[in-house]
């Protein structure tokens, strides 16, 4: 069944909907951008030469003004009037194991192996003027065999002369990722065009993560106006803005946690060999994203490291390194 899934997971997103080709539906009171914009990350642990917890993930983002005209859209927050529209998709894969992978036997009291994959279908709503955005997402996906972290890893390990994972049989099993997620964001201080700070609420109801957080964002460089544009302007709104941006950033957030699916298994099926009980998840979490980004017109670099405090009772704190390219045109 591994294979028929994840199949069927691509072939649902690319017939989600015949718009691929067409202009977005008219909102003369939330204009939609121009922009097109594709940007692709990889994270691993292995930028701190670590092999535990988090180990590696990946997305695949896509911002298209046609997408407006996926049924997914239908469910999104449009915004304030006035405000500009993003719509986009993101395609999201994360792998998560123990401490010790090479042991062939269920290691308790420690992480459950664990994968996903999902799509995420969101609307941004900007307002460059009031420097504020609201971000809504719909959340469709999998947890389970069918993400192929088993193959994947192993085939990556195999590749560089690293120890096999030998605990992937018993990784939590299949079930739904089914989830809402709002944010948002606010200049709170500014100094000039040279550093600002954007505050931050978000909540996710899901069936993979359910959390409330906040927090604060720093950045400090040659930078364009955060609201002005999702990183990187395309062609048609890139006038009046710095060709080139470099700049560092530094986000601090608070979480407080509900539901973890990659701890205690998915909402719907019972049938994993491992899961930790909810007593023994972390409620409180702190989240620390540092990094670099250089910038020029509408294509973009960028490398940022991830710190999170101890997800379970007796964990680690755990930090991974993450590269971003975008391109917007």
Not at 59 to 69: F, W
Not at 276 to 298: D, I, K
Request: with cysteine.
């Amino acid at each position: 069944m591994r294979f028929p899934l994840s199949f069927l997971f691509v072939w649902l997103l690319a017939n989600a909907c015949p718009a691929w080709a067409t202009t977005a539906p008219t909102d003369t009171l939330r204009p939609t951008s121009p922009d097109r914009l594709l940007r692709y990350t990889y994270a691993n642990d292995f930028f701190y030469r670590t092999d535990y917890y988090f180990t590696q993930g990946m997305t695949l983002t896509l911002v298209l003004p046609s997408l407006a005209r996926l049924p997914t859209q239908r469910f999104l927050l449009r915004g304030p009037a006035g405000s500009t529209q993003h719509h986009g998709l993101t395609l999201h894969y994360d792998g998560f194991t123990p401490l010790r992978i090479q042991d062939p036997f269920i290691r308790v009291g420690d992480r459950p192996y664990a994968a996903y994959m999902y799509a995420s279908f969101f609307r941004v709503s900007s307002q460059p003027a009031q420097r504020q955005r609201l971000t809504s997402a719909v959340e469709i996906g999998f947890i389970g065999p069918a993400a192929l972290a088993k193959e994947f890893q192993t085939a990556i390990h195999r590749a560089t002369n690293d120890p096999t994972p030998r605990g992937w049989d018993y990784q939590i099993q299949t079930d739904a990722v089914l989830g809402y997620r709002l944010q948002y964001e606010r200049q709170l201080l500014a100094a000039g065009r040279v550093a600002e700070v954007i505050g931050t609420a978000e909540a996710s109801l899901s069936t993979l993560y359910t959390y409330a957080s906040t927090g604060a964002q720093l950045r400090v460089g040659l930078l364009q106006p955060y609201f002005s544009s999702l990183g990187v302007a395309g062609t048609t709104s890139r006038a009046g803005h710095p060709q080139w941006q470099l700049y560092a950033h530094t986000s601090l957030e608070g979480r407080l946690v509900g539901y973890n699916a990659t701890l205690q298994g998915g909402l719907f099926n019972q049938s994993n060999p491992y899961v930790l009980p909810a007593s023994a998840v972390e409620r409180a979490l702190l989240r620390n994203t540092t990094g670099l980004v250089l910038a020029y017109q509408g294509f973009s670099l960028a490398a940022n490291s991830t710190w999170v405090s101890p997800e379970f009772k007796g964990a680690r704190t755990h930090q991974w390194g993450q590269l971003a390219i975008t391109a917007a045109f």
